[in-house]
């Protein structure tokens, strides 16, 4: 390997950590999942969850929901033997789907658009 190969795949690798670290910065213990779910949403907004699923692979039940509640402003979860509000990241927010109100749709919020946009930067778009 070259030294100038070399130093364009530091400069590769540097990007991608920069770009996990932006992640990290709003949660550091933040999984590869979440960070996979929050990056379908804004490549493909207006998605249910149902589609969302599919595409992701993360099954059509309480998994990707439970990922979608951590990533919306806040979420029901169970602590100490009751239900409580906890903040999330505000990074997307679920919404009915004005043509069948059976569906929820998910889509980016504005900081949601604001980390992606850094995102992009970071690498270079």
Do not use: C
Request: proline fraction near 4%; hydrophobic fraction near 35%.
């Amino acid at each position: 390997m070259s030294a100038t190969t070399l130093t364009a795949d530091n400069k590769t690798a540097r990007k991608f950590i920069n770009f996990i670290e932006e992640f990290r910065k709003l949660n550091p213990k933040m999984q590869a999942g979440q960070i996979s779910l929050f990056l379908h949403i804004v490549g493909t907004p207006e998605l249910t969850i149902r589609e969302l699923a599919q595409r992701t692979g993360l099954g059509d039940g309480g998994s990707i929901t439970r990922k979608i509640d951590e990533l919306t402003k806040s979420y029901w979860k169970p602590v100490g033997g009751e239900m409580k509000e906890v903040p999330g990241l505000d990074l997307v927010e679920t919404y009915e789907d004005p043509r069948d109100r059976r569906f929820k749709r998910v889509r980016a919020t504005r900081k949601g658009n604001q980390v992606f946009n850094t995102l992009i930067e970071l690498l270079g778009g």
